[in-house]
């Protein structure tokens, strides 16, 4: 399987390296009722460090009200980690919801001006009617927490400049404690920050997945040009930041 269209700048021994490792995952030795617990095996740093990132976030919202709310969910890693934290670090606070924004069918029409190499329609699609699959793996995870008759997650399919507006109109009492950019596009992104920038407080976090990336230079200019004028903090976390994440607090 070639991993390597979707890996941006990646080198080529690296993805040879992860390439054996997917190898050896599905050709794995282990017992199948074993596999999940075991799969650290088959992590790299890479992953792992972006899920301590995550961990080290979320104990920023501890002591704040609001929801998550992520711009770019994909195959849904990330939600499936912020329940994870939620049920480890807020079991009972139901009123944490975690909301996820995609088409599920990849990039939205991209307009000329946010045409990149690697930024096309159509890019990163998933598989069709994913969303339905992770709706259910999200509700059987559920099942594993506290409070599992309270669903307190909600996949919004479509693109941003479709489904944001009516989803805040419907929701107009939700807050964000933490809000995840993610969706590569400068024009999406800047849709997105004048829409919710409302919506956040003192103290809410804002996470930006490509902080000055060479491939990926959309969400940085977007919040920029957006919120530039109240000169905005960037923070790394030291040791285990992945390379371009950053996060900024609202002030
Ligand atoms: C980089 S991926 C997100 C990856 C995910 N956060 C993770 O780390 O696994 C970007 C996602 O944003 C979605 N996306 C991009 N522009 C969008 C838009 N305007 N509306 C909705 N989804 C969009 C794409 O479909 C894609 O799944």
């Not at 699609?125 to 509700?139: D, F, I, T």
């Not at 599992?148 to 909600?154: A, E, G, S, V």
């Not at 939700?174 to 800047?190: E, G, P, R, W």
């Not at 920050?193 to 003192?202: A, P």
Request: hydrophobic share 35%; charged share 25%.
């Amino acid at each position: 399987m070639d991993r390597s269209s979707e890996r941006g700048i990646s080198t080529k021994e690296y993805l040879k390296a992860e390439n054996e490792i997917y190898n050896l995952y599905k050709s794995s030795a282990i017992n199948e009722n074993e596999i999940l617990e075991n799969l650290n095996l088959f992590t790299t740093v890479q992953h792992k460090k972006r899920e301590i990132f995550f961990y080290e976030i979320y104990k920023k919202i501890i002591g704040m009200p609001g929801s998550i709310i992520q711009f770019g969910v994909r195959w849904g890693r990330e939600l499936a980690l912020f329940e994870m934290l939620r049920t480890i670090f807020e079991p009972f606070n139901h009123s944490r919801s975690i909301y996820g924004f995609d088409t599920f069918t990849g990039y939205p029409k991209i307009k000329k001006k946010d045409q990149t190499k690697l930024i096309k329609t159509g890019g990163l699609a998933v598989s069709k009617n994913y969303e339905k699959y992770l709706n259910k793996l999200l509700k059987v995870r559920e099942q594993l927490n506290p409070l599992p008759q309270t669903q307190k997650f909600n996949l919004i399919k479509g693109s941003v400049e479709n489904t944001l507006e009516p989803f805040l109109e419907k929701n107009k009492h939700q807050y964000f404690a933490m809000v995840h950019l993610d969706l590569n596009i400068s024009s999406s992104t800047k849709f997105v920050i004048q829409k919710i920038k409302n919506r956040l407080f003192k103290g809410s976090i804002v996470i930006v997945d490509e902080t000055c990336h060479p491939e990926f230079s959309g969400e940085m200019s977007a919040i920029i040009e957006e919120l530039g004028d109240i000169k905005l903090r960037f923070k790394r976390i030291p040791h285990i930041n992945s390379t371009w994440q950053s996060y900024f607090e609202v002030e």
